[in-house]
């Protein structure tokens, strides 16, 4: 980079901050100062990138930023275009290699990462300067690929605000502000660009997909319930924190006992997994659905999980309606999208806790809810021919119930592993499971015993946050339960977990665990939290303030945005609520008004009053006039001596101090103003 000479003194001591930045600032030029601040940065917007880089990738950068430093403290020279060359083509080459491409996300991410730290050895000119910064703010973006926390947002404003302290920085020709001044003005810079962000984010129309991402990430990744049930399948589930869905009732809230979040129904059985019935009986309608008592309203705002299947309170009484997307609902009563949730979406449900499916004397397609297979589990089978002895299903299911109860079962993640016959080996050999075991045996037994019966998977409970009254599903809270047909009573919810391990539904996982099992991640941090009701509430606030984050940034769509318009319409159409926004304005506008005004510099204040006395003598300052140019017209005007010498000894005394080295000349202010009045 080149440099005027006084540009590469250092900074004059008054203008440095104290402390110790200030004095490793006068030990340090100004082109080191200034690159030092680039580089630091540079390292703001890149350190997110190491998370997802390479690990090569990673350190190839970390030693290309220090090699950077060392340069500039030792100011010795760049390294040569034909050492840099090779390193450059041998890092795409690595790119390469690494990702069998050079295109796609991943590798354009990882090129452009490596290109920033390279360029930094290539700095020659001021327009290098600026190009790294441009390429900054590029890759700034880039981590909202991979992360739109609110987290990855405050640390990228902090890096826009580094970026733009060190454009600032490069600017400054003569005197250079300290370096919080500095930080200040790129911050100030940052709040007034805000507004107007924030409104074009709230009225500028929504596009379909996720704020911000390409094509198909919004599922990437993504775990949550399957299309079957196997012994293990939900006990993996339950050691994920990840979000299913949130929810926000409308009104009271049911029992957490009550929360059973209908997913998914299995009916086919092949002697270890539990599917759904073939997809032309899907749309099958119920033949009857009888509710009682009042329904529950509710808002579920669904994460992606990449399948058609919505999940809503147990009984849903219609399906709920989505903006660019149909939606349905199955014979069993599941509720469909039309296509497989690749974004998160929202949608309003009603449901009946109180209902009577499909009561009556018979039971359409009931050989479907009794077939078991052939050859499988053949002492269970017995058993539950047995239980045909009973003449109320009722009564048999409770038997069932009992057995649980009272001979030794118990409930775990991590049972033993299940022979060929799962069935037999779970009640009669290893009697520990989860709530997959316990749900498959049942309704096996049920079925064995004439009773038709089907398996139910989605979530069961949530937690509830006093903060903002949403309820949060986590995939943690996956359950599997049972249906059985009661004659008159139609479909009646049974859980058998709820024999063995009733604290799994009245509270939550961690309560039905042994005490020397530990959930992982923020189910951890939920059974701490019951220990300590300051974590539970330091907690309850981070969780809901992340929550409206995801509500009002991450999801805030075209169904939201109208919201929001109608909302402002409705308010504009009060002449109250509108006379007290333009009230607001005025007083806002006044308040700016008289901080300027206060804030103005009592030197340009003094100048502005020459040009009105001047004026009236027929020498106002032209457009684009400076003090010398200025003063030469004064030279030559007929103004009377006395005052003409006082303009001119002004106008001097202003030249000096805007241009001239010296910009605090001590008195400069009374001086002016002294002779100010001898030019009236």
């Known amino acids: 980079m080149k440099r005027s000479a006084d540009q590469q003194a250092p900074h004059p001591a008054a203008a440095l901050p104290q402390g110790r930045l200030a004095r490793l600032q006068l030990t340090l030029s100004r082109d080191k100062s200034d690159t030092l601040l680039l580089l630091a940065a540079t390292v703001l917007v890149l350190a997110p990138h190491a998370l997802h880089l390479p690990l090569w990738v990673t350190l190839l950068c970390a030693t290309t930023l220090a090699w950077r430093a060392l340069i500039t403290f030792r100011g010795t020279r760049m390294p040569p275009t034909l050492l840099l060359l090779p390193l450059a083509i041998a890092a795409m080459g690595g790119i390469l290699l690494t990702f069998k491409t050079?295109?796609?996300?991943?590798?354009?991410?990882?090129?452009?990462?490596?290109?920033?730290?390279?360029?930094?050895?290539?700095?020659?000119?001021?327009?290098?300067?600026?190009?790294?910064?441009?390429?900054?703010?590029?890759?700034?973006?880039?981590?909202?690929?991979?992360?739109?926390?609110?987290?990855?947002?405050?640390?990228?404003?902090?890096?826009?605000?580094?970026?733009?302290?060190?454009?600032?920085?490069?600017?400054?020709?003569?005197?250079?502000?300290?370096?919080?001044?500095?930080?200040?003005?790129?911050?100030?810079?940052?709040?007034?660009?805000?507004?107007?962000?924030?409104?074009?984010?709230?009225?500028?129309?929504?596009?379909q997909g996720p704020l911000?991402?390409?094509?198909?990430?919004?599922?990437?990744?993504?775990?949550?319930?399957?299309?079957?049930?196997?012994?293990?399948?939900?006990?993996?589930?339950?050691?994920?924190s990840e979000i299913a869905f949130r929810v926000k009732f409308q009104g009271q809230r049911p029992a957490q006992s009550q929360l059973y979040w209908r997913g998914v129904v299995l009916s086919e059985f092949?002697?270890?997994?539990?599917?759904?019935?073939?997809?032309?009986?899907?749309?099958?309608?119920?033949?009857?659905?009888?509710?009682?008592?009042?329904?529950?309203?509710?808002?579920?705002?669904?994460?992606?999980?990449?399948?058609?299947?919505?999940?809503?309170?147990?009984?849903?009484?219609?399906?709920?309606?989505?903006?660019?997307?149909?939606?349905?609902?199955?014979?069993?009563?599941?509720?469909?999208?039309?296509?497989?949730?690749?974004?998160?979406?929202?949608?309003?449900?009603?449901?009946?806790?109180?209902?009577?499916?499909?009561?009556?004397?018979?039971?359409?397609?009931?050989?479907?809810?009794?077939?078991?297979?052939?050859?499988?589990n053949p002492v269970a089978t017995s058993a539950g021919l047995q239980l045909r002895s009973e003449p109320d299903p009722a009564k048999r299911v409770n038997a069932v119930l009992a057995m649980f109860r009272r001979d030794g079962?118990?409930?775990?993640?991590?049972p033993p592993l299940l022979a060929a016959n799962t069935v037999d080996d779970f009640l009669y050999r290893t009697k520990a499971g989860f709530c997959e075991h316990y749900a498959s045996a049942f309704v096996f037994l049920m079925r064995a015993a004439g009773v038709p019966a089907r398996v139910v998977t989605g979530y069961q409970g949530g937690e509830h946050n006093p903060v903002d009254d949403f309820v949060t599903v986590r995939q943690s809270d996956a359950h599997a339960w049972a249906e059985v047909w009661l004659g008159q009573r139609g479909w009646v919810r049974v859980d058998p977990t709820a024999a063995i391990a009733p604290e799994r539904i009245e509270r939550n996982l961690q309560q039905a665990l042994p005490?020397?099992?530990?959930?992982?991640?923020m189910e951890g941090m939920i059974s701490l939290g019951e220990r300590n009701p300051w974590?539970?509430?330091?907690?309850?606030?981070?969780?809901?303030?992340?929550?409206?984050?995801?509500?009002?940034?991450?999801?805030?769509?075209?169904?939201?945005?109208?919201?929001?318009?109608e909302g402002v319409k409705d308010a504009l159409g009060n002449w109250r609520t509108a006379g007290a926004i333009?009230?607001?304005?005025?007083?806002?506008?006044?308040?700016?008004?008289?901080q300027r005004r206060r804030r103005q510099d009592p030197v340009e204040a003094l100048y502005g009053a020459l040009g009105t006395i001047l004026g009236r003598h027929g020498m106002t300052r032209g457009p684009g006039e400076g003090p010398n140019a200025w003063a030469a017209r004064v030279a030559g005007s007929t103004l009377a001596a006395s005052k003409k010498e006082a303009a001119l000894r002004f106008l001097q005394l202003y030249s000096a101090h805007k241009y001239g080295p010296d910009a605090s000349a001590p008195g400069l202010v009374s001086t002016l103003k002294k002779l100010l009045n001898g030019t009236r």
Request: charged fraction near 15%.
């Open 102 to 207: 050079l295109l796609g996300r991943e590798a354009g991410v990882a090129m452009v990462v490596l290109l920033v730290t390279f360029k930094l050895l290539e700095m020659h000119a001021r327009r290098d300067l600026f190009v790294v910064i441009y390429l900054c703010f590029f890759v700034l973006l880039t981590n909202f690929f991979y992360s739109q926390s609110i987290g990855m947002g405050a640390m990228m404003c902090a890096a826009v605000v580094a970026l733009l302290t060190a454009q600032l920085s490069f600017q400054y020709s003569g005197a250079v502000p300290p370096l919080l001044r500095r930080l200040g003005l790129a911050a100030r810079t940052l709040a007034l660009a805000a507004p107007l962000a924030v409104a074009l984010f709230l009225l500028f129309p929504r596009v």
């Open 582 to 594: 333009a009230a607001l304005c005025l007083l806002l506008a006044a308040a700016g008004a008289l």
């Open 515 to 521: 005490d020397q099992y530990d959930l992982p991640g």
């Open 270 to 376: 092949d002697g270890r997994t539990w599917t759904q019935p073939p997809r032309r009986d899907w749309r099958a309608t119920a033949d009857t659905l009888v509710t009682h008592g009042q329904p529950v309203n509710y808002q579920v705002t669904l994460e992606p999980h990449r399948e058609q299947w919505l999940f809503a309170l147990d009984m849903p009484t219609a399906r709920p309606r989505m903006p660019n997307m149909g939606s349905w609902m199955t014979g069993s009563m599941e509720l469909r999208a039309g296509i497989g949730i690749e974004r998160r979406v929202r949608y309003d449900a009603q449901s009946h806790p109180s209902y009577t499916l499909d009561g009556g004397a018979t039971l359409p397609r009931r050989e479907r809810w009794l077939a078991l297979p052939g050859g499988f």
């Open 212 to 240: 911000w991402g390409m094509p198909g990430d919004a599922g990437a990744g993504r775990t949550g319930l399957s299309n079957s049930m196997a012994p293990g399948n939900i006990a993996s589930l339950a050691e994920s």
């Open 535 to 565: 974590l539970a509430r330091l907690r309850f606030q981070l969780s809901a303030f992340s929550n409206g984050w995801d509500q009002w940034v991450l999801s805030y769509d075209q169904q939201r945005r109208s919201s929001v318009l």
């Open 409 to 414: 079962f118990s409930y775990t993640m991590q």
